[in-house]
């Protein structure tokens, strides 16, 4: 989602080491499902959906500032203006709270959503982008971090027999998002991963001219946004695993034909909207703590 790079009056989390324990909030009954999943992993019909930014990064630094979103590492970085940076803080304190409002349906979200993203989108095509000094913004960011234990999951799906499938859906900037996954992880992505978000287009010189089509934001991610040649991945698969901080991720799988276990990181305004999650989610996880074991036990491995 687009984000400021140090948004003002951000809410700050509890000391990491204070971090809520991510079986709060859990239901009992999710932990015991998870066990089917795992035969679902062995058999080859398990599928996970994953949402990229506050999910498979950190929601909040070690030092208790603001992680960075993939809109972010670009809005943070020197390669912008003083004014498209100024702009983009603007659009993120207007359009956030709207975001995580418990109060707001998704329908009325809907509409606003895109009004953020196509002005943030209007916003970038003014600067002087290219690939390069995407490539380098993300290089230079510090403040986008994998969550914790993202990377043994990630590894774990791809190492299983037969390899799980993940799909990292993001309203994001899937350009950076390569990026980051290629520069952060300790391994090549295999083709049984794949990233299905927003595309930048670039022109022969590497310039970047507009984004694809149609919009994907964060109320409207299914996998019907997924190219049909990739779609191929997750067909057939009777089991799906929803991880993901917003209420919209939990459409990731609509379109397929799979029971859902849905893993809820609830990162912030915890006591505001901890019911809703627990009545939306089969498990919370709360305070942005690492990814919970229950994703673990539904992949069939154990957390190390």
Request: proline share 5%.
């Amino acid at each position: 989602r687009p984000s400021s790079a140090a948004p003002a009056a951000a809410e700050q989390p509890p000391p990491r080491a204070a971090m809520g324990d991510d079986r709060l909030a859990a239901d009992v009954a999710a932990l015991e499902r998870a066990a089917k999943f795992a035969e679902a992993a062995r058999a080859g019909t398990l599928a996970v959906f994953a949402d990229f930014d506050r999910t498979v990064t950190r929601s909040f630094l070690a030092d208790g500032g603001r992680g960075c979103s993939s809109h972010g590492v670009l809005e943070g970085a020197s390669l912008l203006s003083q004014q498209c940076r100024d702009r983009a803080s603007e659009l993120f304190d207007k359009y956030y709270p709207v975001e995580i409002d418990a109060k707001m349906s998704i329908e009325e979200k809907i509409p606003i959503m895109n009004e953020w993203y196509e002005q943030m989108h209007a916003l970038l095509l003014k600067e002087d982008l290219t690939r390069e000094k995407i490539r380098q913004a993300v290089a230079d960011c510090a403040s986008i971090q994998l969550r914790d234990g993202m990377t043994d999951f990630l590894q774990k799906c791809q190492d299983a027999l037969p390899p799980i499938p993940v799909v990292i859906m993001s309203a994001g900037l899937g350009d950076v998002i390569d990026d980051f996954l290629r520069q952060s992880l300790p391994f090549e992505l295999k083709p049984t991963t794949i990233v299905v978000s927003n595309r930048m287009t670039f022109d022969q010189n590497g310039i970047l001219v507009g984004f694809s089509e149609p919009l994907l934001h964060m109320y409207n991610k299914t996998a019907s946004f997924m190219p049909e040649a990739e779609r191929k991945l997750v067909e057939g698969k009777t089991c799906c695993l929803l991880i993901g901080d917003s209420t919209g991720d939990l459409t990731m799988a609509d379109g397929l034909e799979a029971d859902r276990l849905r893993v809820g990181l609830l990162n912030e305004k915890v006591e505001e909207r901890l019911q809703q999650y627990q009545e939306l989610f089969d498990f919370v996880s709360i305070n942005d703590a690492p990814l919970p074991e229950i994703c673990f036990r539904a992949i069939g491995v154990e957390q190390t």
